[in-house]
């Protein structure tokens, strides 16, 4: 009898993660590049903290009530017994950052950026992943509503530079802890006279925090809250003035925008602006990037009483609306036969790639035949064609892949033909 043999288990990526393989992740490359410049130009600075911090941060500072703090964060018990929690978002980090290094007291503006990964356990669909990435920009010390504008600003700049087009800019204003508690008294009123109509989730949310019945996934709980009070009546007069400075500041950049009143976004510490970018080739869900001021966060977490204003932007939504370039990808093929001519292949690649040339040279055993048809699979706009003979010369056979054509040529004449010089 012949022994069973063990079944070989698959391993496949986990559930709401994704794979960015060598071609995607060109197209990542081209879109971080022109994000950092962007934000670069307007004199901000890359930061990166931890990818996982101290649960207590995001439970504070994103806000218990949150849909990201109720029911989509990753949280486990480390080996030394703390609770710590993959990040959902990366303000509260930035803010921690800050207080522990006392950056609020170096000369620097204190304008950060960072592209990476945040984690929310939600059901992945298009562009939305439980591993997803995030670009984020944040804005501390500066309290004018021409830096809320600016960063509006700043985002159309960059989402031009990537030729996203069809976009909307949603603004509004949420208030201040001073004019808040009447709306919010007056908003529970309003739910709880149709909580019977509201789904589970929204009955919680009304007693809660009623603001977040504005974001419910609901249709039927969204076409309720649009009879509800709207927060532009509670404004104190401070508030107000800031979101008209905030909205004539727009106007003075040309940006046409809209005020929607029901726009509070999905976290508790926002304060007065609030903001999205929303393109219609993304369909039903089609914000693109949003934010808007935090002032009260840092002076919460027991820091300097410093306002702030940010936005973050998906990068996997990012990326299924620009229109990016197509790569550039010239490269030269080294083709060799025989062992020395092995070796004058090594030493002419590293002299290529040291002008800026790329090579591929590859050490398998093929017939000079099956080396050129490697390299028109693979696309090389040159082959470099290294014999016994040529090593013998110093001089090389140079076949342009597309036209077919073939010159010799000796080792600087080669810098010459692709187009690089011998500096």
């Known amino acids: 009898m012949s022994e069973d043999k063990p079944e070989k288990q698959s391993v496949s990526a986990i559930k709401g993660t994704h794979d960015i393989l060598p071609k995607e992740a060109r197209d990542w490359q081209k879109v971080e590049a022109v994000v950092q410049a962007?934000?670069?130009?307007?004199?901000?600075?890359e930061i990166r903290t931890p990818v996982f911090e101290a649960t207590e941060l995001f439970e504070k500072g994103t806000g218990q009530s949150t849909d990201i703090v109720q029911k989509e964060m990753y949280t486990f018990t480390d080996k030394g017994g703390r609770s710590i929690t993959l990040r959902p978002e990366y303000t509260p980090s930035v803010v921690r950052a800050i207080i522990e290094h006392r950056l609020d007291l170096l000369p620097d503006p204190m304008r950060y950026y960072f592209i990476g990964p945040m984690f929310r356990f939600d059901k992945p669909q298009k562009g939305r992943f439980r591993q997803f990435h995030q670009v984020d920009i944040e804005v501390f010390g500066e309290n004018d509503p021409a830096i809320d504008a600016e960063i509006i600003e700043m985002a159309d700049h960059l989402l031009k530079k990537l030729k996203v087009t069809e976009t909307e800019v949603l603004v509004n204003s949420v208030g201040c802890r001073n004019c808040r508690p009447a709306y919010l008294k007056d908003l529970r009123a309003a739910a709880a006279a149709v909580e019977a109509s509201l789904c589970p989730d929204c009955q919680r949310k009304a007693e809660t925090n009623p603001l977040r019945i504005f974001d419910c996934k609901v249709e039927a709980c969204r076409e309720i809250a649009r009879g509800f009070p709207e927060i532009s009546g509670y404004l104190d007069a401070e508030c107000a003035e800031h979101f008209r400075k905030f909205r004539s500041y727009l106007d003075f950049y040309g940006i046409p925008h809209r005020i929607e009143p029901r726009l509070v976004r999905g976290?508790?510490?926002?304060?007065?602006?609030?903001?999205?970018?929303?393109?219609?080739?993304?369909?039903?869900?089609?914000?693109?990037?949003?934010?808007?001021?935090?002032?009260?966060?840092?002076k919460d977490f027991g820091g300097p009483d410093i306002c702030a204003i940010g936005f973050a932007m998906g990068v996997e939504r990012l990326l299924s609306v620009a229109e990016l370039e197509p790569a550039s990808d010239k490269f030269i093929y080294l083709a060799y036969m025989g062992d020395e001519a092995k070796k004058e292949a090594i030493l002419l690649a590293r002299f290529l790639r040291s002008h800026g040339v790329e090579c591929l040279l590859e050490f398998k055993e093929r017939g000079l035949k099956s080396q050129l048809g490697r390299a028109s699979k693979l696309g090389a706009s040159w082959a470099l064609i290294i014999g016994e003979e040529e090593v013998g010369m110093g001089r090389y056979q140079l076949k342009d892949m597309e036209k077919g054509t073939q010159v010799e040529a000796g080792k600087q004449d080669l810098l010459g033909i692709l187009g690089r010089s011998d500096t």
Request: aromatic content about 18%; charged content about 20%.
């Open 38 to 45: 962007a934000f670069e130009l307007y004199g901000y600075r």
């Open 267 to 298: 976290i508790d510490y926002y304060t007065k602006t609030t903001f999205e970018i929303t393109a219609a080739k993304l369909g039903a869900q089609n914000s693109i990037l949003g934010g808007g001021r935090y002032d009260d966060m840092m």
